[in-house]
């Protein structure tokens, strides 16, 4: 690296005096990220903010005076600037860091009880707070979250009548995301009509909030969203999202396919891995399938994508316009894995135009 490069100027909220203290001394270990300043309560922060101009924020959730959840939506209607969230595991901390990536944090890390799992986990922060310095922050504040639409065709019974079979779909997409996805997905899934083809989805997230982050999905779509499980079926109509602690692949089951969920390392830094799902797509569905690869930071996803273009498959890559980071779409297209690149508000559209398109491009 450079030394010219400025670094990342940081500040870290939080009302854990050891929290603040073992996650600015262990991020500023990285020579291209500068902590800034500390501040033990919103109130604090925010003459800080406005006195020591950072270039990223890590915020707690849980704090006293005004909660993170609070103080994020007013930084974000005066002073916008990249937030990551770095909240306690709880159903109640998990509910409230997605509320915080739908009002505009651009990512969301679990905070661990230990101080020997902290500093593990400012590794991890320390290039997503790299990522978040570049983050296209206007993506959030220029596009409004789409509107609830349909919720009475919520239930299961509702989207396919009980009496028939599960439908069995000609087409499958598969989409992975990271940084910035929780909007993009939602902006996307929004478009999707009840009817359209299974959807299999990787968004790197912790366990602990892809559930809450399924639950929005659904309220928000016209599909059925589901928090995968192992053994789901694919069926027309339904979105299996994969839970933050488990690779998902695809398998073939009788004239249709299933998820495996499966434990194992992370690939590519991350669990669930994009690749894992792509690679796995492209060895047993690829002529039948759309992939699609969404904001985010690092390259996961890029070689599954190209193998599944190379097998046969359609895919679509986020075009840097409408990304809040411009990385895994980029290594995608770099590589070769992206048949065309479309900004968020093109690529509904598009899927539905491919449904019964074949393929351009051959192995």
Same mark, same amino acid.
């Given at each position: 690296?450079?030394?010219?490069?400025?670094?990342?100027?940081?500040?870290?909220? +939080?009302?854990?005096?050891?929290?603040?203290?073992?996650?600015?001394?262990?991020?500023?270990?990285?020579?291209?990220?500068?902590?800034?300043?500390?501040?033990?309560?919103?109130?604090?922060?925010?003459?800080?903010?406005?006195?020591?101009?950072?270039?990223?924020?890590?915020?707690?959730?849980?704090?006293?005076?005004?909660?993170?959840?609070?103080?994020?939506?007013?930084?974000?209607?005066?002073?916008?600037?990249?937030?990551?969230?770095?909240?306690?595991?709880?159903?109640?901390?998990?509910?409230?860091?997605?509320?915080?990536?739908?009002?505009?944090?651009?990512?969301?890390?679990?905070?661990?009880?230990?101080?020997?799992?902290?500093?593990?986990?400012?590794?991890?922060?320390?290039?997503?707070?790299?990522?978040?310095?570049?983050?296209?922050?206007?993506?959030?504040?220029?596009?409004?979250?789409?509107?609830?639409?349909?919720?009475?065709?919520?239930?299961?019974?509702?989207?396919?009548?009980?009496?028939?079979?599960?439908?069995?779909?000609?087409?499958?997409?598969?989409?992975?995301?990271?940084?910035?996805?929780?909007?993009?997905?939602?902006?996307?899934?929004?478009?999707?009509?009840?009817?359209?083809?299974?959807?299999?989805?990787?968004?790197?997230?912790?366990?602990?909030?892809?559930?809450?982050?399924?639950?929005?999905?659904?309220?928000?779509?016209?599909?059925?969203?589901?928090?995968?499980?192992?053994?789901?079926?694919?069926?027309?109509?339904?979105?299996?999202?994969?839970?933050?602690?488990?690779?998902?692949?695809?398998?073939?089951?009788?004239?249709?396919?299933?998820?495996?969920?499966?434990?194992?390392?992370?690939?590519?830094?991350?669990?669930?891995?994009?690749?894992?799902?792509?690679?796995?797509?492209?060895?047993?569905?690829?002529?039948?399938?759309?992939?699609?690869?969404?904001?985010?930071?690092? +390259?996961?996803?890029?070689?599954?994508?190209?193998?599944?273009?190379?097998?046969?498959?359609?895919?679509?890559?986020?075009?840097?316009?409408?990304?809040?980071?411009?990385?895994?779409?980029?290594?995608?297209?770099?590589?070769?894995?992206?048949?065309?690149?479309?900004?968020?508000?093109?690529?509904?559209?598009?899927?539905?135009?491919?449904?019964?398109?074949?393929?351009?491009?051959?192995?």
């Amino acid at each position: 690296m450079s030394a010219h490069i400025k670094p990342v100027r940081v500040m870290v909220i +939080d009302d854990s005096a050891v929290v603040r203290q073992v996650l600015s001394n262990s991020i500023a270990l990285d020579r291209q990220i500068e902590v800034v300043g500390v501040a033990t309560d919103p109130f604090d922060a925010r003459d800080k903010i406005v006195n020591l101009r950072p270039d990223v924020v890590t915020l707690d959730i849980e704090m006293p005076k005004m909660d993170g959840l609070t103080f994020l939506k007013k930084l974000m209607k005066f002073y916008p600037i990249p937030v990551i969230v770095v909240s306690t595991l709880s159903q109640k901390g998990s509910d409230a860091a997605y509320q915080a990536m739908a009002n505009g944090a651009v990512d969301v890390v679990g905070k661990p009880a230990s101080s020997k799992q902290l500093k593990q986990l400012a590794c991890d922060l320390q290039e997503k707070i790299k990522a978040a310095a570049g983050a296209k922050l206007s993506r959030y504040l220029t596009t409004a979250p789409p509107a609830i639409t349909k919720p009475q065709l919520k239930s299961a019974s509702l989207v396919r009548p009980a009496s028939r079979p599960a439908a069995v779909s000609d087409t499958i997409v598969a989409i992975g995301s990271s940084t910035g996805g929780t909007q993009a997905l939602r902006h996307l899934l929004a478009e999707l009509p009840a009817d359209f083809p299974p959807v299999v989805i990787v968004q790197h997230m912790p366990l602990a909030f892809t559930e809450s982050f399924s639950q929005s999905l659904n309220r928000i779509s016209p599909m059925q969203v589901v928090h995968a499980s192992d053994g789901d079926a694919l069926e027309t109509g339904k979105v299996l999202l994969a839970p933050g602690d488990q690779h998902m692949l695809l398998q073939p089951r009788g004239v249709g396919y299933v998820v495996k969920l499966k434990d194992g390392p992370n690939v590519n830094r991350h669990k669930p891995s994009v690749d894992v799902l792509f690679k796995s797509v492209a060895q047993h569905a690829a002529k039948k399938t759309i992939g699609v690869i969404l904001t985010g930071m690092g +390259d996961d996803g890029a070689r599954g994508l190209l193998a599944m273009r190379n097998a046969g498959s359609r895919t679509v890559g986020e075009s840097e316009s409408s990304c809040v980071v411009y990385g895994m779409p980029r290594e995608a297209y770099e590589m070769g894995g992206v048949e065309v690149q479309l900004p968020l508000d093109q690529i509904a559209r598009r899927l539905q135009s491919m449904i019964n398109q074949p393929a351009k491009r051959s192995a």
